[in-house]
């Protein structure tokens, strides 16, 4: 069966970076769409990023866009998310999910998803 497990979140100041990585196993991540969500409390969840199937385009949510890198390793069947001058307003849970599709962009979308990981950045 197909799983997704989040890791690498924490708290980092304004400015920090910070790399979360998402394991996948059940499925290879070259087959799929694979994107990162994330959600803070109170607020719905805001597309991040998203990876195309063959790893040859990446979109990027305009609040992110310049800071923030999608990348993975099919050798580890392993997606990354790096994040660097971290805002307060980047606090949320980070998700990682994969779409049957060529490239994702909406919630609806995607059909696995992970359990998320914690990032909080404090000023």
């Known amino acids: 069966q197909a799983q997704l497990v989040e890791s690498g979140g924490g708290l980092v100041q304004a400015g920090g970076s910070l790399r979360v990585s998402c394991a996948a196993s059940?499925?290879?991540?070259?087959?799929?769409?694979m994107g990162w969500f994330r959600q803070a409390p109170g607020k719905e969840r805001e597309f991040v990023a998203a990876?195309?199937?063959?790893?040859?385009?990446?979109n990027y949510g305009a609040s992110v866009k310049g800071r923030f890198t999608i990348s993975r390793d099919i050798t580890k069947n392993t997606l990354y998310l790096q994040m660097n001058n971290l805002k307060p307003e980047d606090t949320a849970v980070y998700y990682c999910?994969?779409?049957?599709?060529?490239?994702?962009?909406?919630?609806?979308?995607?059909?696995?998803w992970g359990q998320g990981t914690q990032v909080t950045v404090s000023s």
């Open positions: 990876m195309q199937w063959s790893g040859t385009n990446t």
């Open positions: 059940g499925f290879r991540i070259g087959l799929y769409c």
């Open positions: 999910a994969a779409a049957r599709s060529l490239m994702a962009t909406t919630e609806e979308m995607y059909n696995y």
